[in-house]
């Protein structure tokens, strides 16, 4: 069965902090992989995609790495701001898009 | 870049009326869309991949005759939500690929549209 995990499932640093969040997928016959912004009652920002041929992908202060092998990918955001706060989601895209539980963060001015 | 809206972005109805939802790719053509639903704090959750001109595949656990999908136009998908009841109160959000890319590629999301039936 493909699954997609995130943790932590929420995260709270001060201003200013480098984080990563993590996406596990249990099938790495994956396309490409995406990562999501959602903040609250609103739609989907895609942020980064990643070809299954990739091994990182860069935007700004973001950074998205991908290793089929071991069904991983990263979010790395450098600097954090208190407008990063939101929920992050990663989707592994099959046949279909298998979305992750998603990571709350909170940076706290 | 590619653009996805959704209309309404609120809905509230009352139970037992119908509900239609409209997806539109703004600048391009999208043979396939896709609709989404996620409950509060719960992860997106496909409901169905409409084609245009032909019938929408749902995903297992989604009726069909209850959420109804047209793709009539490649710019245009609707979500017909019949007979709505509480349980159906949730956030749905579509989605749309480029011709010839499927599910494989980038999707496009529209805003969403926040359901509460009463």
């Known amino acids: 069965k493909q699954e997609v995990t995130q943790i932590p499932a929420a995260l709270s640093v001060p201003e200013g902090e480098n984080l990563v969040l993590n996406c596990s997928f249990t099938d790495s016959a994956i396309y490409n992989l995406q990562w999501f912004r959602q903040d609250p009652g609103k739609g989907l920002t895609s942020l980064l995609l990643?070809?299954?041929?990739?091994r990182e992908q860069t935007s700004g202060r973001l950074n998205a790495s991908l290793d089929k092998s071991s069904g991983r990918s990263t979010l790395y955001i450098a600097a954090s701001q208190p407008g990063d706060s939101a929920t992050y989601l990663c989707a592994g895209n099959y046949d279909k898009v298998i979305f992750g539980p998603g990571t709350s963060l909170s940076v706290i001015p | 870049g590619a653009v996805v809206s959704q209309h309404p972005s609120r809905v509230i109805c009352k139970s037992g009326t119908s509900v239609k939802i409209e997806c539109r790719s703004l600048d391009f053509q999208a043979t396939t869309m896709f609709w989404y639903r996620q409950f509060p704090k719960q992860s997106l959750m496909l409901m169905a991949t409409s084609n245009e001109g032909s019938k929408a595949t749902y995903e297992q656990g989604v009726e069909k005759d209850k959420f109804l999908i047209n793709h009539a136009s490649l710019t245009l998908s609707t979500l017909t939500v019949t007979s709505a009841h509480p349980e159906d109160s949730s956030f749905y959000i579509c989605?749309?690929?480029?011709?010839?890319?499927?599910?494989?590629?980038?999707?496009?999301f529209g805003p969403g549209t926040r359901l509460t039936v009463l």
């Open positions: 990643i070809q299954s041929s990739q």
């Open positions: 989605s749309a690929s480029l011709p010839g890319q499927g599910a494989t590629d980038t999707q496009y």
